[in-house]
T-cell receptor, first 112, second 115 residues
């Protein structure tokens, strides 16, 4: 199964600033997924990123707030823009390969 | 629409007790996959099992076992002789058969095992 390197693992950010999270996969994958996990909650899908096209966002998530880059088949970034304390969450990327899903180790974001 | 329900928010047991975590799903697809993941306090997601909709055979892996029943749309997870290291949040998840679809997660069940 694919191996994902996700960076940073954690960060503390000032409100109003932006943070870009990176995910590097050790093999080529068509789809990458970005999830948010708010404190004590389950994983909620933010968007699906396909290489060469714009990401598809789930209801409640917009591109201006969570712009996603997918420049090639092994890499993607998620930016959390104009952050507020409500954005404090764990953000995870995920890929699917052969029916199995692999997750990055997560980025624990705290906005102060 | 797809949906995964984990009605048990929190379960507390004492070591060596058996515990069953419930998962009920909804989907219109005839072909789909079901998953269980463990999330320990460290936060990473640990894959436990994947089951496709055509395989209703129960699975056992060490102290873990899974009971898949399409008739009741359930995919329950049992830990036998629980241990403190089993303390974690457990998520049941569902995906459609089509390639490229994301996992849909239940709300999770927090299991606390005390010594």
């Amino acid at each position: 199964s694919a191996v994902i390197s996700q960076k940073p693992s954690r960060d503390i950010c000032q409100r109003g600033t932006s943070l870009t999270i990176q995910c590097q996969v050790d093999s080529q994958v068509t789809m990458m997924f970005w999830y948010r996990q708010q404190p004590g909650q389950s994983l909620t899908l933010i968007a699906t990123a396909n290489q060469g096209s714009e990401a598809t966002y789930e209801s409640g998530f917009v591109i201006d707030k969570f712009p996603i880059s997918r420049p090639n088949l092994t890499f993607s970034t998620l930016t959390v823009s104009n952050m507020s304390p409500e954005d404090s969450s764990i953000y995870l990327c995920s890929v699917v390969q052969g029916g199995g899903y692999t997750f990055g180790s997560g980025t624990r974001l705290t906005v102060v | 629409a797809q949906k995964v329900t984990q009605a048990q928010t929190e379960i507390s047991v004492v070591e060596k007790e058996d515990v069953t975590l419930d998962c009920v799903y909804e989907t219109r697809d005839t072909t789909y996959y079901l998953f269980w993941y463990k999330q320990p306090p460290s936060g990473e997601l640990v894959f436990l099992i994947r089951r496709n909709s055509f395989d209703e055979q129960n699975e056992i892996s060490g102290r873990y076992s899974w009971n898949f029943q399409k008739s009741t749309s359930s995919f329950n997870f049992t830990i036998t002789a629980s241990q403190v290291v089993d303390s974690a949040v457990y998520f049941c998840a569902l995906s459609e058969y089509q390639a490229g679809t994301a996992l849909i997660f239940g709300k999770g069940t927090t299991l606390s095992v005390s010594s």
